[in-house]
Nanobody
Framework: EVQLVESGGGVVQPGASLKLSCAAS????????MSWVRQAPGKGLEWVSN????????YYADSVKGRFTISRDNAKNTLYLQLNSLKPEDTAMYYC?????RGQGTQVTVSS
């Protein structure tokens, strides 16, 4: 059974940083491309970033490029998302995703 468990969200002020984690199990993590997506209140799912299985190829949505960094530790079966220079418009539930599967999410709220 695929399990994805996100953590690391919180309430922060604009300009702050957070690091999200996603603990994965139930599949061969080191062979799987992974993604982060987010959903702001009242809006649909928005793709944020992708990373390939080896961790050396990454892609970002224009809205987060230069501020967010996706990474992974295949030895720990863990996916990360470093969020820097956070803006109020980054407020959303953040999910890690593998194929059709995603976790329960971790809430990021950016507010002064």
């Amino acid at each position: 059974e695929v399990q994805l468990v996100e953590s690391g969200g919180g309430v922060v002020q604009p300009g702050a940083s957070l690091k999200l984690s996603c603990a994965a199990s139930g599949f061969t993590f080191s062979s799987a491309a992974m993604s982060w997506v987010r959903q702001a209140p009242g809006k649909g799912l928005e793709w944020v970033s992708n990373i390939n299985s080896g961790g050396d190829i990454t892609y970002y949505a224009d809205s987060v490029k230069g501020r967010f960094t996706i990474s992974r530790d295949n030895a720990k079966n863990t996916l990360y998302l470093q969020l820097n220079s956070l803006k109020p418009e980054d407020t959303a539930m953040y999910y890690c995703k593998q194929g059709p599967y995603r976790g329960q999410g971790t809430q990021v709220t950016v507010s002064s």
